[in-house]
């Protein structure tokens, strides 16, 4: 008897806590015990659900696929379950923050199907102190082999009709849409990151990590009767319609969802880099951080041409001046755009006629590389493939050993055309398996990969260091041509919240020089002081100074871009509301300097911000570029007003932003 009292008084319950009495679903909670997941099979379908205390983050989710044989995805018995758990720290090379906490707790789901083959499928979910992710994973078995996947039924359930910021997945090339904010309800497909706001100060976030040898991941929302708001995984698929093609033994990227009571704990989350493995490399010295200044902007405001011709851009008498300037003010690179044969004709739709190795008569590649590092500065070979992948492969390995041979230790890929070799989508299984292989050949030859018109990024660059940035967004290129007169204030308000949450961004800031003479009513909607601000709130480790570089000299606004680093140690969020003001402070990995940059909408703004991130008991010199008077992104982007006061930890800052306006400040510690 003392026995079985025993047993129920404490065995029981510790059962129950773990989930494994008889009847109870097996739950996992985060290390803190704030988020709790519960997944279990009912009635032959695998489910989720996701609690944070006493709210309901995600409510019961179906998961599985539609094999091209049928469902799998309704008809699994409950094998067994496995635990783990992991509280490590690793080192960046290069990041938002020097070394990031990996702190997990595990489950996983081991099914297989009742009836049939008896297929087995596992499922394993991490729980993070600031959210979950969890992937399928096919092991090596007798009854599958080879197979398609003609849909993932991956499910978000949200428990409320709540306001969400994406930008369309339909009708959207190289996603480069405008975020919108709407009810999840009003919304059609869309791609992710997806940002949601739910009440009670729940900001969540829905992506990718790991996106290996899989389709890009995209949400398609689903309304039921009860208010719950169902968003469904839709895969970019083949032009055949399968999703992916696979063989066992295989894994799916992670599903990601980030949770925090701040929209700024969505930005400080690093949930997928810890989803991504290890780097691969032994050495990361030739992985260089930096800032950049590049022959492009002068070709979209029509004074130059990618093509060759009387106003032809890059020349080697152009580049020389580029590279001049780039060694007088400290930037480490020189992108030229348009340097080799390819772009004399329609290139967007003959991309098969780019050479890789061959430059143009009037630019001399090995004198300039020469000359640019007898300067301390490294030219970057700009790649426009116009989507002709096989045409870009076969020439990857003698390209990049080129360049390799040359010294050129960064390139900058371009695929302006939404099919890849006309016929897949860029975002597929096949452009995800070419944009990797792009990125595995570099690395070989130790080069550093700018991708634009990419692949959402994923936290690959925890693999793959030298995938630096990409665009995937509305860049600072719309502010130059677009038909709508450029991009809105709020931009930049919502980017770091929803494409920055992917990876970094290569937006290109940095337009001193507002007049276009090639569409006018087309520029920046912004002030110069918000364009300095972009150095900091925009995170790339490779920064563009993007003006041409005579609207520049003698600008005592480049001094802060002089001055600003592209690699920090710490990250925080002080204080921001998603698509009307954000306010981000960073500190210099290789110095005890701290950088902060703000910036708002259309809506003028005061803003207090406490020091406190700041070392106690230290001073720093702090230097002001903020709006001057009469400052606006609309009548005058230009008022900008410098100036110099010491503060410590205790000090509170009052930010005054025009409409349109930022303000960038740098803090030296004295």
């Known amino acids: 008897m003392r026995k079985l009292n025993l047993l129920r008084k404490i065995v029981l319950p510790a059962l129950m806590l773990l989930g494994l009495h008889a009847g109870a679903a097996p739950m996992v909670s985060s290390p803190d015990g704030n988020l709790t997941l519960t997944a279990d099979v009912r009635n032959g379908k695998p489910q989720y659900s996701l609690q944070r205390g006493s709210e309901t983050v995600i409510k019961p989710s179906s998961l599985g696929f539609v094999l091209h044989d049928g469902s799998f995805c309704d008809c699994f018995k409950l094998v067994n379950v496995t635990r783990d758990s992991k509280d490590e720290t690793w080192e960046q090379p290069w990041g938002e923050v020097d070394s990031v906490r990996n702190n997990y707790n595990e489950l996983a789901l081991n099914l297989e199907e009742k009836k049939g083959l008896h297929r087995k499928l596992r499922i394993v979910f991490r729980v993070f102190n600031d959210g979950i992710g969890f992937r399928y994973e096919f092991p090596n078995q007798k009854n599958m082999d080879q197979f398609r996947i003609m849909d993932e039924v991956t499910e978000f359930a949200i428990p409320c009709d709540a306001k969400a910021w994406s930008q369309p997945t339909n009708g959207t090339k190289y996603y480069e849409a405008l975020y919108t904010c709407d009810p999840i309800s009003c919304k059609d497909t869309v791609s992710t990151p997806m940002t949601i706001e739910m009440p009670g100060n729940l900001f969540m976030a829905i992506h990718e990590a790991n996106l290996t040898d899989y389709a890009s991941l995209n949400l398609t929302p689903r309304s039921q009767a009860d208010g719950t708001q169902v968003l469904t995984a839709a895969l970019t698929p083949w032009q055949n319609g399968v999703k992916v093609y696979a063989k066992a033994p295989c894994v799916t990227p992670w599903r990601t969802v980030t949770v925090s009571d701040t929209p700024g704990g969505l930005i400080t989350s690093y949930i997928a880099l810890n989803l991504n ?324 909408d259309e809506t003028p703004r005061e803003i207090s911000l406490p020091l406190d991130f700041l070392d106690k008991d230290a001073s720093y010199k702090m230097t002001v570029y903020e709006d001057g008077p009469g400052a606006d992104y609309k009548t005058d982007p230009y008022p900008l007003n410098i100036r110099q006061e010491t503060v410590t930890a205790q000090s509170e800052l009052k930010i005054k932003l025009a409409p349109g306006g930022g303000s960038a400040i740098r803090l030296i510690k004295i």
């Not at 398996?433 to 936290?459: C, D, F, Q, W």
């Open 277 to 600: 493995e290890p780097c691969r490399f032994d050495d990361v010295s030739w992985i260089e951080p930096g800032r950049y200044v590049g022959i492009w902007w002068g070709m979209h405001m029509k004074d130059y041409t990618w093509e060759q011709g009387e106003k032809h851009g890059a020349t080697t008498e152009n580049t020389r001046r580029y590279i001049d300037f780039a060694s007088k003010h400290g930037f480490k690179g020189v992108l030229v755009e348009g340097w080799n044969y390819g772009w004399d004709n329609d290139w967007t739709v003959n991309g098969h006629e780019f050479d890789f190795l061959k430059p143009y008569p009037d630019y001399d590649l090995k004198g300039l590389q020469e000359y640019a590092l007898s300067k301390g500065v490294r030219l970057i070979a700009h790649n426009e493939t116009g989507g002709a992948a096989e045409n870009y492969e076969n020439q990857l390995e003698d390209a990049f050993a080129l360049y390799n041979e040359l010294g050129i230790n960064c390139v900058k890929t371009g695929y302006v055309n939404p099919l890849l070799d006309n016929r897949e989508l860029q975002h597929s299984q096949y452009g995800i398996n070419h944009y990797r292989k792009v990125l595995e050949t570099a690395a070989r030859h130790k080069i550093m990969v700018v991708n634009h018109e990419p692949a959402m990024p994923s936290g690959l660059r925890r693999t793959y260091p030298n995938m630096m940035a990409g665009e995937g967004m509305r860049g600072q290129e719309y502010n130059a041509w677009s038909d709508d007169g450029g991009n809105p204030p709020y931009h930049i308000c919502i980017l770091p919240f929803t494409r920055g949450l992917a990876g970094p961004m290569d937006f290109t800031p940095g337009i001193f020089n507002f007049e276009n003479k090639a569409v006018p009513g087309t520029h920046p909607q912004t002030t110069l002081a918000k364009q300095l601000a972009e150095y900091i709130v925009i995170y790339s480790p490779l920064q563009m100074a993007a003006d041409m570089i005579e609207n520049y000299e003698n600008h005592p606004a480049l001094t802060f871009i002089e001055s600003c680093p592209t690699n920090w140690t710490k990250t925080v969020v002080p204080v921001a509301e998603i698509g009307k003001h954000v306010t981000i402070a960073r500190k210099d990995r290789d110095s005890e300097n701290w950088f902060i940059g703000s910036v708002t």
